[in-house]
């Protein structure tokens, strides 16, 4: 990855007119909907923009194993047990993907996960609430991998090519996250009436925080201008919350819940669904690291890499040995 930044510093402008020429080019390619791609050059402020959001959002993916994690041991069934596991393993996944993507824009995976276990790099504000029974886990994959979905769907067309690539292969997996979930209320929604008291727990948990896993509202955007312009942002904040209530409350009255919002009401005029007031300022302390447990997932990140140290050492030491061994090979 290194490599790739030198690259990049040789293609840097000699002067302020080779670096107008350079800016013209990337804006034209840009508006053409041509992907940029590793080598391209691209204004240091697109490169730092990506770099921030493509790593929040890898961050997420880890930090997200956590709160399902919580319940791998204690599913109700083996089938369930079987699919939160592959669930969760695709997490993983998706943050290993998107530290390769982060990685092509010339930062190293250590430097990355440095930035998430000193504080410095931030990671979704919904996985610092918590999953205190099996229905949170429906709640997670229904909302939370709903809305997740929502938003990286127009991602797949993002300028930068590899965040772009990773985010369809990304989408079709979060689908089938959604669907299970929706699932697992489906049937709690069914059952005795204290698992669709459970179902209908962990909907008043979920729904607000997963509103404000959109971002704030576009006027306190600080990054959306610029992100839009550049199509690394395709749709608004508060665009993409507004499709995800259009679209996730008809769900909810179809599992016969409730969502718990007194405010809300269809307006047959617009379209839409009316929504209340998001408590913003719940949401600024969780992003400060006062959430429910933002104290917890940390710890958790970190000690996870403490006893992860000796699999990096031995991955690194085989590598090492079938590198020596191929060049005895060739020699
Ligand atoms: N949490 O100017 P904007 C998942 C920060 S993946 C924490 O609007 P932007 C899968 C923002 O970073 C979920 N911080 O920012 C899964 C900025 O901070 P900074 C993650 C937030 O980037 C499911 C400041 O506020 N998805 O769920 C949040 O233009 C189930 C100003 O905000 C992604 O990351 C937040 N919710 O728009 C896993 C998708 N919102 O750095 C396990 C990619 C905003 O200036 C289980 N990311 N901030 O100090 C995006 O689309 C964008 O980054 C937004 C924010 C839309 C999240």
């Known amino acids: 990855m290194y490599t790739q930044a030198l690259d990049a510093l040789g293609s840097l402008p000699t002067s302020a007119t080779d670096e107008q020429a350079l800016v013209s080019r990337f804006e034209a390619r840009v508006a053409a909907e ?5 080598k391209d050059w ?12 493509i790593s929040q959002h890898a961050h997420s993916e880890i930090v997200g194993m956590l709160p399902e994690g919580n319940w791998i041991t204690r599913a109700p069934t083996l089938k369930r047990k079987c699919i939160l596991i592959a669930k969760v393993q695709d997490e993983g996944g998706h943050g290993a993907y998107l530290y390769s993507a982060a990685e092509t824009l010339g930062i190293s995976r250590e430097q990355l996960i440095e930035q998430l276990l000193c504080g410095k ?54 689908s089938f996250h959604q669907r299970q979930g929706y699932e697992i209320m489906l049937t709690l929604a069914r059952g005795t009436p204290e698992q669709r008291r459970m179902a209908q727990g962990a909907l008043d948990r979920w729904w ?124």
């Open 34 to 38: 041509q992907k940029i791609e590793p």
């Open 42 to 53: 691209m204004p240091a402020r697109y490169r730092a923009t990506l770099i921030r959001q």
């Open 121 to 174: 790099a931030k990671y979704s504000s919904i996985f610092n609430y918590p999953t205190p029974t099996w229905a949170d886990v429906g709640a997670i994959g229904w909302l939370v991998d709903g809305a997740a979905i929502m938003n990286q769907i127009p991602l797949c067309r993002c300028s930068y090519g590899p965040y772009a690539r990773a985010m369809v292969r990304i989408c079709r997996e979060e």
């Open 208 to 331: 607000w925080p997963s509103l404000m896993m959109f971002g704030p509202p576009d006027a306190q955007s600080t990054h959306s201008g610029e992100s839009q312009r550049w199509k690394i942002k395709r749709v608004s904040n508060d665009e993409l919350r507004q499709r995800f209530v259009d679209f996730t409350v008809p769900q909810a009255e179809f599992l016969g819940l409730k969502v718990p919002d007194p405010a809300l009401k269809w307006n047959a005029a617009s379209g839409h669904y009316e929504f209340g007031a998001i408590d913003w300022q719940e949401f600024e302390q969780v992003l400060k690291g006062h959430g429910p447990l933002n104290a917890e997932r940390i710890a958790a990140r970190r000690a996870a890499h403490a006893e992860g140290a000796w699999v990096r050492e031995a991955a690194l030491a085989h590598a090492e040995k079938q590198r020596a061994r191929a060049a005895g090979r060739a020699a």
